[in-house]
């Protein structure tokens, strides 16, 4: 035990060193990668239960768009303690407060096993009304069923699958973060067509691979966080008070605003999409895996920037917090415009990869080219709302990350549809997409104000800093 936490230390010194004196591009791309990575085969397994279920028809795959605010609000849960959890560590590694870093981790991760528990619980017990309020017509329900009760077993693993994931993480192990999501996610490709098809499952095969690919994730993140000098989550630690759970909550907010209003984002999307059939739904379905797996290179990308930052905000290198804030946004919309040009392009191609359908590729492709068009403003957003959440600027952080899926997609959804019909829920998202880049800009100001007049009034722990403004 003793040469265990000994070892353990002496990781957690060469790590605070590489993380607040290494050259901070190189550093945010070393941490980067690895994320990309694991984030686009997230993204693309997702797109995978999608491709499968297409094959059996256009009502099971706007099965899994109805479903999709569900597995979001899990999602949210685990990101709620992992990001709470995760930004405090770093923070406090950055500080060297090690005892204090070991209590949030513990915290996070057995609140987040809770809220999963409550979910499954709440969600078997109002199954069928759960269904038709998430948007099902008569002919999608029986899918939704069928894919929604498995989904839901699944929840208390996959929100403490996403906690251990972000832990880890923004302990500076990307890399150890990245094999714990690449196997199960290449697990969950293997098994969809296996236990669709080759066991005739059907939808609910696509959930199976879904559910045990996310437990495979859990069980090896378990080890490998054991494995890899992170630190060590501990039953004894948890500590169930006003001052960690408000550390907790003060780092994960942003997070349930923005995945908890995307959920209820796109639960309004399906309602005033259902009003046009079921090729409506598929088809705005299929947009949204389109985007998120477009956005996953992005989100995987600040999520390199994450640790950096952090650590270098609890050391006061306020400088370097800045000089990697700005390589990321120049780097991210470089990319961006390159993805967004492919999009329109090829948008029909894409769409039609998921659904052989052409009311649905009618609807999905002038959807998905309007979405192009702001794309490239989406790494602006996306690194300060990442920047401020990771800095503990809660408020700031909450407001932005409330934006884009909440304060102007829902109203402009309520809105729209009623004045331009079908178009107006396709263009309610590009819109959505500006208004929150015009956000982002504003709190900008505030914090870079904010972050000057502590950089004045403190002195870095060590090391040298270079201001960036």
Not at 20 to 35: C, D, E, H, N, S
Not at 247 to 266: D, H, K, M, N, Y
Request: glycine share 10%; hydrophobic share 50%; proline share 4%.
């Amino acid at each position: 035990m003793k040469n265990h936490a000994h070892e353990t230390e002496n990781a957690a010194v060469d790590k605070f060193q590489m993380m607040t004196q290494a050259p901070v591009p190189g550093l945010v791309v070393r941490l980067a990668i690895p994320t990309i990575i694991s984030m686009l085969i997230t993204s693309f397994y997702n797109m995978a239960d999608t491709f499968f279920v297409g094959r059996i028809g256009t009502s099971a795959t706007a099965a899994v768009g109805v479903v999709f605010p569900v597995m979001t609000v899990i999602q949210a849960l685990g990101f709620f303690c992992g990001h709470g959890s995760g930004n405090s560590i770093s923070r406090r590694l950055g500080a060297k407060q090690t005892d204090e870093a070991g209590e949030l981790a513990a915290t996070g991760f057995f609140a987040a096993l809770f809220l999963g528990l409550l979910v499954t619980a709440f969600g078997l017990l109002c199954l069928t009304p759960l269904s038709m309020v998430l948007g099902s017509t008569a002919t999608i329900l029986p899918y939704t069923r069928d894919y929604l009760r498995i989904i839901l077993l699944g929840a208390p693993f996959t929100c403490a699958q996403f906690v251990l994931n972000n832990q880890i993480r923004f302990q500076g192990n990307a890399l150890f973060s990245m094999i714990g999501i690449t196997i199960g996610a290449v697990l969950n490709i293997v098994l969809d067509p296996i236990l669709i098809f080759g066991l005739n499952m059907g939808i609910a095969g696509a959930a199976a691979a879904t559910v045990i690919s996310q437990f495979v994730s859990f069980l090896l993140l378990l080890i490998i966080l054991h494995c890899s000098g992170c630190i060590p989550i501990r039953l004894k630690n948890v500590r169930l008070n006003a001052k960690r759970l408000g550390e907790i909550a003060g780092g994960g907010l942003p997070s349930l605003f923005r995945q908890g209003l995307g959920s209820v984002g796109t639960l309004i999307l399906n309602i005033a999409a259902n009003p046009y059939g079921d090729a409506a739904i598929a088809a705005m379905s299929i947009v949204g895996r389109i985007s998120m797996f477009a956005m996953s290179s992005l989100i995987g990308f600040g999520q390199g920037f994450q640790p950096v930052c952090g650590f270098n905000y609890g050391a006061k290198k306020y400088g370097r917090v800045k000089e990697a804030f700005w390589f990321c946004v120049k780097i991210s919309t470089v990319v961006l415009t390159l993805l967004a040009v492919c999009g329109l392009v090829f948008s029909s191609h894409l769409i039609g990869l998921f659904r052989d359908d052409a009311e649905v590729i009618r609807i999905g492709t002038f959807a998905l080219r309007l979405l192009c068009i702001p794309f490239i403003l989406s790494g602006w957003t996306v690194m300060n709302n990442m920047m401020m959440q990771t800095i503990g600027k809660t408020l700031y952080a909450s407001i932005l990350a409330s934006a884009r899926q909440g304060l102007c997609l829902i109203p402009l959804l309520l809105i729209l549809p009623h004045i331009f019909g079908l178009a107006g829920i396709q263009m309610a998202q590009p819109i959505a997409d500006l208004l929150t880049a015009g956000i982002a800009t504003a709190l900008y100001l505030v914090v870079m104000k904010e972050l000057r007049e502590e950089e004045h009034s403190t002195t870095p722990y060590s090391g040298s800093t270079t201001d960036v403004s």
